[in-house]
C-alpha cells in the first residue's frame, strides 16, 4: 500500500477514523482531535502498541515521519518508547497496573485512609493487574468484569470506576493514549442492564425491642454485636461506623464527626450520641489498641465490612435479613411512631438534599432536633417504650428546646 502525500492527508482531517497514512504511520481523527500515531510491537510486551508522533494539526508529514523513525529505531534495538521517554531503561518499561494503582492512589492527599485501602481493593481486584499497564486491552477489562456485571453490578461499577482512574493518569503520562476502562468503550462489550430498585430487608420496627435483647446477650462474645447495636442506634451506614476513629468522638459534646471523605455523599456529618452509643463508645476506648473504634482482633485496620452481615446471619440467624436494612427500621420508625419532619429524618440518615443553604441548616439546626428522636429511638429499642404505645409521648418543647 503506498504512503500517502500531505494533500491526501490534509483530506482526512475531517474524516473521523483511524486512517493508515505510511507503515506502522496513522493519523486518528475524533472531532478536533488530530493526532499522528506509530503501531508497533512492545519490545517489552510482545503486544500491539501505539506512541504519540503529534498533533496533525501543527505537525507536519515529514516530522511525523522522522518520529516515527526514531520510534522504530528503539524498538528495533529492544526499547519501549515509552521508557526511554521517561529516562527509564528498558527492563524498568513494563509499569504493571498493580503498581500504577498504588501510585495513584498516593498522589490522593485528599483520600482518607478508609478510601484509600477501598480503592486499592478494587483496584487489585482485576486480572491484569500483574500486566504491564501500557499492554492492558479493551478485551482485557471487559474480561475481567464481565463474571462481576450480572453478579455484583455494584461492586463491578465500583471496580471499573478504580480502574479508570488509573488508566486516566497513565494516558495523562502518556504511557498509552487510550483508556480502556472507559464506559464509552466498555458500554458495547456489556449487556445492559435493567435498573431495579433494592429494598434491603430489614427487622420490623416493633421487633426491635426483641431483636436488641437477644442482641445484647451476645455482646460479651462477639465484638461485631457491640458494632451492630451501634449502627442501629446511630443509622449510620456500615462503612462510615468500621471506620471510625477514635478522633472523630466527642464524650463532652456526645456527639461523632463524620468527615467527609468518609461519607457517601461527600459532605461531614455530625452525630448526635444517646447514652446507650456513649456507653458502648466508652466500653471500647477502655479496650482501645488503635485509633480505629472497631479494631479487628485478627488483621491490621479495622473489622471486616462483612463482619455484622457474617454476625447475623450465622450467630443470631437472620439469614433474611441485611445490616444496611436497619436504616430502613429507622426511618419507617420515624415515619410511622414520631412526629420527626422529613428533613430532620434526612438528617439522620445523612441524605444529601436541596441546595448548599438547606445543606448548611441541617449541618447545624438539624443536628439538635436529631438528638431527641434518636435519644427516643434508642429508648425504644432498649425497651422503655410505655406500656400503652410503641413510643415515649414527645415534648414539642423538648424538641424546639434542641433547635
Given at each position: 500500500m503506498k504512503d500517502l502525500t500531505a494533500k491526501q492527508v490534509e483530506k482526512l482531517l475531517t474524516k473521523d477514523g483511524r486512517h493508515r497514512v505510511a507503515k506502522h504511520l496513522y493519523i486518528h481523527v475524533n472531532g478536533s482531535n488530530r493526532?499522528?500515531?506509530v503501531r508497533f510491537q512492545n519490545p517489552a510486551t510482545?503486544?500491539?502498541s501505539e506512541a504519540a508522533a503529534g498533533d496533525a494539526m501543527t505537525t507536519s508529514l515529514d516530522a511525523a515521519k522522522d518520529k516515527r523513525d526514531t520510534i522504530m529505531k528503539l524498538v528495533a534495538q529492544g526499547v519501549s518508547p515509552s521508557a526511554a521517554k521517561r529516562g527509564k531503561a528498558p527492563g524498568d518499561a513494563g509499569l504493571t497496573f498493580e503498581q500504577a494503582a498504588e501510585e495513584y492512589a498516593r498522589l490522593k492527599d485528599d483520600w482518607g485512609s478508609h478510601h484509600r485501602e477501598a480503592f486499592l481493593r478494587y483496584a487489585k481486584q482485576a486480572a491484569f493487574a500483574g500486566l504491564p499497564v501500557a499492554s492492558i486491552t479493551a478485551a482485557d477489562v471487559t474480561a475481567?468484569?464481565?463474571?462481576k456485571w450480572s453478579t455484583a453490578p455494584v461492586a463491578a461499577k465500583h471496580c471499573l470506576m478504580a480502574w479508570r482512574g488509573?488508566?486516566?493518569m497513565v494516558?495523562?503520562?502518556e504511557l498509552r493514549i487510550d483508556n480502556p476502562a472507559e464506559w464509552a468503550v466498555q458500554k458495547?462489550?456489556?449487556?445492559?442492564?435493567?435498573?431495579?430498585t433494592v429494598h434491603h430487608p430489614a427487622v420490623a420496627h416493633a421487633d426491635m425491642p426483641a431483636f436488641i435483647k437477644a442482641l445484647r446477650e451476645l455482646q460479651a462474645k462477639h465484638l461485631p454485636a457491640l458494632a451492630l447495636e451501634l449502627l442501629i442506634l446511630t443509622g449510620v451506614r456500615s462503612g462510615e461506623l468500621l471506620g471510625a476513629t477514635w478522633s472523630e468522638v466527642d464524650f463532652d459534646a456526645k456527639l461523632w464527626k463524620i468527615p467527609g471523605d468518609r461519607m457517601k455523599g461527600g459532605i461531614d456529618h455530625a452525630v448526635p450520641l444517646s447514652q446507650r452509643a456513649v456507653e458502648i463508645l466508652k466500653a471500647q476506648h477502655a479496650v482501645k489498641v488503635s485509633e480505629f473504634v472497631w479494631q479487628s482482633p485478627v488483621k491490621k485496620g479495622p473489622l471486616a465490612e462483612g463482619a455484622m452481615f457474617h454476625f447475623l446471619r450465622w450467630n443470631m440467624g437472620k439469614k433474611g435479613v441485611t445490616v444496611h436494612g436497619f436504616r430502613s427500621t429507622l426511618r419507617d420508625w420515624l415515619h410511622s411512631e414520631t412526629d420527626c419532619p422529613f428533613e430532620v429524618g434526612e438528617n439522620i440518615l445523612s441524605h444529601v438534599i436541596g441546595n448548599e443553604a438547606t445543606r448548611a441548616y441541617l449541618r447545624t439546626a438539624a443536628t439538635g432536633k436529631a438528638r431527641v428522636y434518636l435519644d427516643r429511638w434508642s429508648a425504644f429499642i432498649s425497651g422503655e417504650a410505655t406500656p400503652g404505645g410503641n413510643v415515649?409521648?414527645?415534648s414539642t418543647a423538648a424538641v424546639q428546646a434542641a433547635s
Open positions: 493526532r499522528y500515531l510482545g503486544k500491539p475481567a468484569i464481565k463474571p488509573v488508566f486516566d494516558r495523562g503520562r458495547w462489550h456489556l449487556a445492559k442492564r435493567k435498573h431495579v415515649l409521648p414527645f
